[in-house]
């Protein structure tokens, strides 16, 4: 079945560390996204993808980065970790931007 | 200001018995969808309902229905015959279709729903 999948689920990491959560899509949908989650806020989109080479800024984009590279993956990058970046981090994808966002599992990311 | 407004943190139903989420959005924009997402405590993200701008008829999937209100701009969640498995997060979200946000979901903040027997 396709699907789409995050890894890692769990990772602990030290301030200042470079930081690449990834995701794997396998329903060739052109759309990805990374959100974020945190207490009181609900989910808020960090970067966005509507194709191949194709990245864009999202509400909450300081300190991450994204580049596509194929259709199927969506890497995101915590250039140099903080503890403020603590938080549950996911991708969704879509068909085209009028079509349902599907998520993946989540990560749950820790910044000591 | 706030594009998507979920007002109750938490709500409790008794098992069987109906329970409706409040959504309210805020858009200019005359092509949007709006979305609803169940996050058990698992905390995985479960799409279960779609309804766009243009439908003339409320969508309904299963044992959920959204009552879309367009001229109050409401969007609100209606589970019928609750199940003690529908205990979750509920979180309303929004796409608008134009510019720089095509496609982008807004989300509320969510409702904490707990079914007791």
């Known amino acids: 079945d396709a699907e789409i999948t995050q890894s890692p689920r769990h990772k602990i990491t030290e301030t200042g560390r470079q930081v690449t959560l990834a995701c794997h899509q396998t329903?060739?949908?052109?759309?990805m996204f990374w959100y974020r989650q945190d207490l009181g806020h609900g989910l808020r989109l960090i970067h966005y993808?509507?194709?191949?080479?194709?990245?864009n800024k999202g509400e909450v984009s300081d300190g991450y980065s994204v580049s596509r590279s194929n259709t199927e993956d969506l890497p995101l990058t915590l250039e140099s970790a903080a503890s403020s970046q603590t938080s549950v981090y996911f991708c969704?994808?879509?068909?085209?931007?009028?079509?349902?966002?599907?998520f993946g599992p989540g990560t749950r990311l820790l910044v000591l | 200001a706030q594009k998507i407004t979920q007002t109750q943190p938490g709500m409790f139903v008794q098992e069987k018995e109906a329970v409706t989420l409040d959504c309210t959005y805020d858009?200019?924009?005359?092509?949007?969808?709006l979305f609803w997402y169940k996050q058990p405590s698992s905390g995985e993200m479960i799409f279960l309902i779609y309804?766009?701008?243009?439908?003339?008829q409320n969508a309904t999937e299963g044992r959920y229905s959204l009552n879309f209100q367009k001229a109050r701009k409401s969007a609100n969640l209606v589970i019928s015959a609750s199940q003690l498995g529908d205990s979750a997060m509920y979180f309303c979200?929004?796409?608008?279709?134009?510019?720089?946000?095509?496609?982008?979901?807004?989300f509320g903040r969510g409702t904490q729903l707990t079914v007791w027997p």
């Open positions: 969704a994808s879509s068909v085209t931007y009028e079509e349902t966002q599907y």
């Open positions: 329903w060739n949908h052109n759309n």
């Open positions: 993808s509507y194709g191949v080479h194709d990245t």
């Open positions: 858009t200019s924009d005359p092509s949007y969808g």
């Open positions: 309804q766009g701008s243009y439908d003339q």
């Open positions: 979200a929004m796409r608008e279709g134009r510019g720089s946000t095509l496609g982008r979901l807004y």
